[in-house]
């Protein structure tokens, strides 16, 4: 059983964010059950460092947001080994190795730079009416990441 295309979609910035844009690298990817599909998102000016904070951010349908990667490939408490997070340059990248069912969700990439985020959702699944996340759920994630 095949699985949709990846499509990916820029999200409209909330209200005290900057607009400025997160590019992702690929516009559409096919997946199934079991595959492997890596998520990239790139900068638009500037490296992705330590200090950008980057983070992934995850939103399965009927469901608020979940913070599954920061510092680009460190997984909070409770996250599956199958995610794994990379960068290099000005490039993110998340990759989902052994894709389960439930791994069908919105991705989102978010980089800091200085007060500012950049995000950026990939929306995975056909025929998924899916809702964006509210501006004040995403913050309220952010808000929740981890300090390390």
């Known amino acids: 059983m095949a699985w949709a295309p990846l ?9 005290g964010f900057s607009s400025q844009e997160l ?8 997946m199934s059950p079991g595959g492997t599909v890596t998520l990239s998102c790139s ?8 200090g950008n904070y980057s983070l992934w951010v ?4 009927g469901n608020v947001p979940r913070l599954i990667m920061y510092h680009t490939s460190t997984r909070p408490s409770g996250i599956p080994a199958h995610f794994t997070g990379s960068r290099s340059g000005n490039t ?6 052994g894709a389960l069912v439930e791994d069908d969700a919105d991705y989102y990439c978010t980089v800091r730079t200085g007060s500012a985020h950049h995000r950026e959702t ?3 699944g056909i025929d998924t009416k899916t809702s964006l996340p509210t501006c ?3 913050e309220a994630v952010l808000a929740a990441e981890p300090r390390v």
């Open 7 to 15: 499509l990916l979609t820029l999200v409209t910035y909330c209200s």
């Open 23 to 30: 590019q992702s690298l690929k516009t559409s990817q096919l």
């Open 43 to 50: 900068l638009s000016s500037g490296a992705i460092t330590d």
């Open 58 to 61: 995850q939103q399965r349908l």
């Open 92 to 97: 993110m990248s998340l990759t989902i190795t």
């Open 122 to 124: 990939v929306r995975w």
């Open 136 to 138: 004040a759920l995403l």
